[in-house]
């Protein structure tokens, strides 16, 4: 069974950092890409970055230059650094894993979940 652990939201001054952290557990699980994912009250989930196991990140227009996404493919853990927060980066943060397999539509595992306030 696969599991997704984050940690490291909270609360945070606009204009401050934070660094989340999730780890991917599971029997012979390797993900292809993992992610990070955050959901406004009422919107849908929105991509806020992703990497691929060979290192290739890709970022939302809304934090590009503020964040990076470092990865650590041997412990299965991926990181989310943001800086120069602002209140519109409060949100639901998820961690993300997708699996890719031929034939088939990726397959995503998701995390429960931390909550990141900026507050102004």
């Known amino acids: 069974q696969v599991k997704l652990v984050e940690s490291g939201g909270g609360l945070v001054q606009a204009g401050g950092s934070l660094r989340l952290s999730c780890t991917a557990s599971g029997s012979n699980f390797s993900p292809d890409t993992m992610g990070w994912y955050r959901q406004f009250p009422g919107k849908q989930r929105e991509s806020v970055a992703s990497?691929?196991?060979?290192?290739?990140?890709n970022y939302a227009d809304s934090v590009k230059g503020r964040a990076t996404i470092p990865r650590d493919n041997g412990k299965n853990t991926v990181f989310l650094q943001m800086n120069s927060l602002k209140p519109e980066d409060t949100a639901v943060y998820y961690c993300n894993a997708r699996r890719y397999a031929s034939g088939w539509p990726p397959y995503d595992y998701w995390g429960q979940g931390t909550q990141v306030t900026v507050s102004s």
């Open positions: 990497i691929t196991g060979g290192g290739a990140s």
